[in-house]
């Protein structure tokens, strides 16, 4: 069966610090993955996609970069951190044409 | 673009009583919609999707392209549907699908 892992599962930053959040999935091959910022009273907002290794689709202007080095690797990363970047950070994999699989995700706290 | 609207940021029952969490979407397309529900320290996970026309431990939705809506009903509530509800509108641009996320309604069962 198909797994979806994400560490670190908590993370303080200083602002200015840099940040890398890793995802990986087992179990499937070639999947899409996506990561979400989830924040109080704003919902879920798609930051990035990525249809294959190397293949980056970027939702929303911001401090962050995704990455796509292997196929079921999905790495978040920042090179300096705001305030505003604190967050809870979900990735998903899709299956099928629509349906989308959680993480357990990360919560970032920038002071 | 697509939108998705939850207009109600918490929604407060008494087990027994009939639940109703309001959805709403903009799309010029035709929709795929999705309702995930996140329960306290769990993974956000799928409860339905209108394709299916399915009832979830207890709950449906059905899809009113008239009124744009996607209601999420349930007849009477229990103590354990308390949790986060998210809306999920899931759309394919240039080929890729991606899911827009409503705000999210906390239903919160007391006994």
């Known amino acids: 069966s198909q797994t979806i892992h994400q560490w670190p599962a908590t993370l303080v930053q200083p602002v200015g610090s840099p940040l890398s959040l890793e995802c990986t999935v087992e179990?499937?091959?070639?999947?899409?993955l996506y990561w979400y910022r989830q924040a109080a009273g704003r919902g879920l907002q798609l930051l990035f996609y990525s249809v294959g290794i190397g293949q980056i689709s970027s939702e929303v202007p911001q401090n962050l970069s995704a990455s796509r080095p292997q196929d079921r690797q999905f790495i978040l990363s920042s090179k300096k951190l705001l305030l505003s970047d604190s967050g809870f950070y979900l990735c998903a994999w899709k299956k099928g044409l629509h349906e989308q699989f959680f993480g357990p995700g990360t919560r970032l706290t920038v002071l | 673009a697509q939108r998705v609207t939850q207009p109600e940021k918490l929604l407060s029952v008494f087990k027994g009583a009939p639940v109703e969490l309001k959805c709403n979407y903009s799309y010029s397309g035709s929709p795929e919609l999705f309702w995930y529900v996140q329960y306290s320290r769990q993974r956000l996970q799928l409860l339905l999707r209108h394709i299916s026309r399915e009832s979830i431990k207890g709950f449906t939705a059905d899809l009113n392209k008239g009124e744009t809506s996607f209601h999420l009903k349930k007849p009477f509530a229990q103590e354990e549907d308390s949790a986060m509800y998210y809306c999920a509108l899931s759309t394919l641009e240039s080929g890729y699908s991606t899911l827009t996320f409503g705000k999210g309604t906390m239903l919160l069962v007391s006994p």
């Open positions: 179990g499937t091959s070639n999947p899409n």
